[in-house]
């Protein structure tokens, strides 16, 4: 990479000085000067310094930070080295959700893995993805649940669900006609009639309040 | 995934190399998205599942910096720093309160400059051996605060440089003691714990300093094998006045010793 320079070097070697070494002592630094004769202040310096910030006290005057104010002194120095460009704060805007098997994804979850954390089965993942559930019958607790797992706000994932039932990928290419949109299930008759649904599941789902009752 | 190798190479002239373990778990977060690395890299237990190295942060947040994701990088970094900064300031904490802050500064400024400058590469061991490297960033700097207090002090006293009356050798604070050699105090190895307490009641910074190099580090006043490191040379004072120094120093903790008696 870039050219060596003594201080560059002097670098690697104080690295493997304090790699190689569990603790300083003047003959283990003897053996370190003998190998790197040039850098027998630095090690010196290096080595003293290590000794004394091992064996020093605390001076009792010394107040200890808390972490705000740890985490505070950071936030300035990465700030003042990193400065953002207003791009991207505006970026920061929220951004519309767009898909909760997408959203998903981003966080590592399959569409196998984001049903076992929501508590619901693929086939019904699926469906609230491409909203061919109507959004009445929605438990609220199967919002919030979603909305936990995909770190979004329950009004997020509600509005997402409340928009038109999105057409299955490529439908359009292939139909002689213009596709009608599909129609939008009940949830309760779509746990009903779920068959990859394990019966416990079925059981905590229907006992669910509906949102629409009354 | 492509992993960007290490280009520095170590004291020896062989290429640093990162551990399978960080270019395993760097290989994977280059898999996910922005958001999903987030998460992992808050995941304080390293026992955890998904644990992500400091080492392997490092990498993430050049290599968000060389995409152009400058808010992400900052993330890292906070989170980075969130893991490291208690144990720089604990390195510190010797140094008084006047100074403590800036050297944590000055650290933590050295630490970033590495990892942000994507031209350069003297950040490279921080992601073979961060608790190396880190422990190494911390001790250069505590060393050079020290000099820095050592010297100023000397001056206060107006002892720093040559000796006040040109020609003579000994302690400047006492003069030269024509009598005899000045012997060290010995101290047992099994009192030096029970020391450490009381090492700040030793009035002048530099006594401190020759005190604990000398019965903590085992380093020697003077040596005839001119390759030894001495306390003598380091200070630029003669073997004398290093002794008078450590005598001044035994006296400050008998002094200590008897109030606390």
């Known amino acids: 990479m870039s050219e060596r320079n003594g201080r560059q070097t002097v670098e690697d070697v104080l690295d493997a000085f ?34 004394l910030a091992e064996n020093l006290p605390p001076d009792p005057d010394v107040e200890d930070p808390d972490e705000e104010t740890l985490a505070l002194r950071g936030r300035t120095i990465i700030d003042a080295l990193l400065p953002e460009e207003e791009q991207e704060r505006a970026e920061e805007v929220r951004r ?6 997408s959203e998903g994804k981003a966080f590592g979850f399959s569409m196998h893995e984001l049903a076992e954390v929501t508590g619901l089965s693929p086939a019904l993942v699926a469906k609230l993805d491409q909203r061919l559930v109507r959004f009445a019958s929605v438990p609220r607790e199967v919002v919030g649940d ?69 | 995934m492509h992993v960007r190798p290490l280009t520095r190479r170590n004291s020896e002239g062989v290429a640093y190399e990162r551990t399978a373990e960080v270019n395993g778990q760097i290989r994977a977060a280059l898999a996910l998205e922005p958001r999903a690395v987030l998460e992992r890299a808050r995941i304080r237990s390293h026992k955890a599942p998904g644990y992500l190295r400091e080492e392997c942060l490092i990498y993430l947040i050049r290599e ?6 400058v808010r992400v990088a900052k993330q890292l970094s906070e989170i980075l720093h969130g893991r490291c900064a208690r144990s720089v300031n604990d390195r510190l904490r010797a140094l008084g309160p006047q100074h403590v802050e800036d050297a944590f500064n000055d650290v933590m400024k050295g630490l970033y400059e590495r990892i942000y400058d994507l031209e350069d590469d003297r950040g490279d061991y921080f992601q073979v051996r961060f608790w190396v490297a880190l422990p ?42 024509p009598v005899s050699d000045v012997e060290e105090p010995g101290i047992p190895v099994e009192e030096l714990p029970g020391l450490t307490e009381g090492l700040n009641a030793i009035k002048n910074p530099r006594h401190r300093i020759a ?34 120094w450590l005598k001044q120093a035994e006296k400050d903790l008998e002094e200590w010793r008897g109030e606390t008696t």
């Open chain 1, 96 to 101: 519309p959700l767009v898909g909760l098997l």
């Open chain 2, 64 to 69: 968000y910096l060389r995409r152009g994701s």
């Open chain 2, 136 to 177: 190494r960033l911390a001790t250069k700097t505590f060393s050079q605060y020290v000099e820095r207090l050592a010297r100023a002090k000397a001056k206060e006293k107006g002892a720093g440089g040559p000796s006040i009356i040109p020609g003579t050798e000994g302690d400047e604070e006492g003069g030269p003691d």
């Open chain 2, 211 to 244: 005190f604990v190099l000398r019965f903590f580090g085992r380093v020697q006043v003077e040596s005839k094998d001119s390759d030894e490191p001495t306390i003598s040379k380091y200070f630029g004072k003669t073997p004398r006045a290093i002794r008078n």
């Open chain 1, 146 to 214: 979603l909305a936990k797992a995909i770190k979004q706000s329950a009004d997020d994932v509600s509005g997402y669900l409340r928009r038109w039932p999105v057409l299955p990928a490529g439908l359009e290419h292939k139909a002689d006609t213009t596709p009608s949109l599909p129609e939008q299930q009940d949830f309760f008759d779509a746990v009903r009639q779920d068959r990859g649904l394990d019966e416990e599941r079925r059981r905590r789902l229907l006992s669910l309040p509906r949102p629409d009752a009354g």
């Open chain 1, 18 to 51: 304090m790699a190689a070494e569990p603790e300083p002592s003047g003959a283990v630094l003897r053996e370190w000067i003998r190998r790197y004769p040039g850098y027998e202040r630095e090690l010196t310096d290096f080595a003293f310094g290590w000794i």
